[in-house]
């Protein structure tokens, strides 16, 4: 095993954060940026940039594909897309664009993360999105235009997104953060944005795909000296230097995982799977985060368009409880036929069709992520445990999510566009029925967070600091969605993006 090389910062994950956090700290020329990324690069790949074609990269080789333990209420078939290339799930998800909510940055507040309230990182959301490009989509689909004219006659006006303050009731056009290139929308996401114009720039910054990452290793002070990572060839394994800090950006799943492989974690799991225990950090894979999603889908009596931006082009927000701060319930609309979760139950499809996922933004379900053994090699044992919350929330949201789907599709303007219910189907009215068509078909936004959260110093089950800093060592950060204290109510992939560059900020001021 050799060392590969010394710089001052090593960033484990070449992700929506990762890709970020190493062009901003790579623009001080006096600082040495090593990025790794276990996934191949993106640069000129049109697999990756071609935003239309995301939906192909599920399950596909680009994809890590994580299956979840069996679920006591939830769908045990549905499986986690994480996304193995450069730019993470900003390379491999949609596009849609939602600053982060004020409301939500100021709980987090609330929750123990000093520093990240609206007033202090929305405006690095404004430095962002002069890079990533974001825009509203247009709106070319007219099965689109009937569910916006439908939804403003249950109460959901029409909106557009990212004006300033967070819809709580309304629908509108995506915004997405892409770039007109011809005849296709290319994602500009934080690889594409970030680093493909300074690739082979800037000696200062070297980007390793294809190596991916074993464990942090320390010294005997507990002071992150670098990482072990396997070479590319597979011949073995080579070791990079950090001279100031060791940062983890390899997401809600692979970071928690790596904490623990690196023995910062749960004492009695790790013991478990024979990981030495370096740190007892009890809240390293708890409180997994996610919007869980539902369906409502339907056969449309209309040729629907054949070609979009990204497919998912709408979306709707509303509060069932009146108390919120942030909408509690989200929907996306689809232009495609979407039956992964129910074929496999007996459910009719099509060729020709379109649906509404209500999503719960603000679940209270909380999950696991947990080691499988201590080869690094070994997919995490992810449990989100949906639909566990004791009181009931998630079920009773989602119930009122899929009642209201059906109701905008009752309107005129989309009544017209429907040949048929397909899932859950006429014949599930009762609130019983659907909820066990919920249970057994709903699908993940893919958002998995907050499973190595930050939160105050005095909280036992917050694992970062508000710096961002592992707590019970040194020189060791995180930065990407497992950090949230939870997520926001939108998708939440620029807040990620934004909080990186706090990161930045935070790393160079320090």
């Not at 599920?58 to 986690?80: A, C, I, K, T």
């Not at 993470?88 to 123990?112: K, Q, R, T, Y």
């Not at 300033?164 to 011809?182: D, S």
């Not at 005129?412 to 068509?437: I, K």
């Amino acid at each position: 095993m050799a060392d590969a090389g010394t710089f001052d910062y090593v960033i484990a994950g070449g992700g929506s954060a990762g890709c970020v956090l190493a062009a901003r700290l790579s623009e001080d020329p006096d600082v040495s940026v090593c990025l790794i990324e276990a996934g191949p690069s993106d640069v000129d790949d049109d697999a990756i940039l071609d935003l239309s074609q995301w939906m192909h990269l599920l399950d596909s080789g680009y994809d890590w594909d994580y299956p979840v333990e069996p679920q006591e209420r939830g769908n045990s078939f549905m499986r986690h897309a994480r996304a193995k290339v450069l730019g993470g799930c900003s390379s491999h998800n949609s596009c849609i664009a939602f600053w982060p909510p004020a409301e939500c940055l100021d709980e987090w507040v609330e929750m123990g993360a000093t520093g990240w309230g609206a007033a202090e990182v929305l405006p690095l959301t404004e430095r962002l999105v002069k890079t990533i490009l974001l825009r509203d989509v247009a709106p070319d689909d007219p099965c689109g235009t009937a569910v916006l004219e439908a939804a403003a006659m249950v109460g959901l006006p029409t909106v557009a997104f990212n004006r300033g303050e967070t819809v709580r009731n309304g629908a509108g056009w995506f915004q997405i953060n892409a770039a007109e290139e011809g005849t296709r929308m290319t994602r500009m996401s934080s690889s594409h944005a970030f680093l493909h114009p300074i690739l082979g720039t800037r000696e200062n910054l070297e980007v390793w795909t294809d190596s991916w990452v074993a464990e942090v290793l320390f010294d005997e002070a507990l002071r992150a000296t670098g990482v072990r990572y396997q070479r590319t060839d597979l011949t073995g394994y080579d070791t990079v230097t950090a001279r100031r800090e060791v940062i983890l950006t390899a997401g809600a799943i692979d970071t928690p995982k790596l904490l623990m492989l690196s023995g910062i974690g749960p004492t009695a799991h790790l013991r478990e799977v024979g990981v030495p225990v370096r740190v007892d950090a009890p809240g390293v894979g708890a409180n997994l985060d996610d919007h869980v999603e539902g369906l409502v889908f339907w056969e449309a009596s209309k040729p629907m368009v054949t070609t979009s931006t990204q497919w998912w082009e709408i979306g709707l927000f509303t509060t069932i409880d009146e108390d919120v701060r942030q909408p509690d319930l989200m929907m996306h609309y689809g232009s495609v036929p979407f039956d992964m979760n129910t074929l496999r139950r007996g459910y009719p499809t099509t060729d020709n069709g379109f649906c509404l996922t209500p999503n719960v933004t603000q679940g209270r379900s909380r999950g696991t992520v947990r080691l499988r053994s201590r080869d690094f090699r070994d997919r995490a044992r992810v449990d989100p445990r949906y639909f566990t919350d004791p009181d009931g929330y998630d079920d009773r949201i989602m119930l009122a999510g899929v009642k209201l789907a059906r109701r905008i599709a009752e309107q005129p303007p989309l009544a017209a566009w429907v040949a048929r219910e397909l899932a859950p189907g006429p014949d599930a009215t009762s609130d019983d029925e659907l909820l066990d068509y919920i249970h057994h078909c709903h699908n993940t936004v893919y958002h998995p967070a907050a499973t190595a959260r930050m939160g105050a110093a005095s909280d036992p089950m917050a694992v970062l600091d508000p710096q961002l800093r592992v707590k019970g060592v040194e020189r060791l950060r995180v930065v990407d969605a497992s950090a949230m204290p939870k997520l926001p109510a939108v998708n939440p992939n620029i807040t990620v993006m934004t909080m990186a560059e706090k990161c930045a900020d935070l790393i160079r001021t320090s």
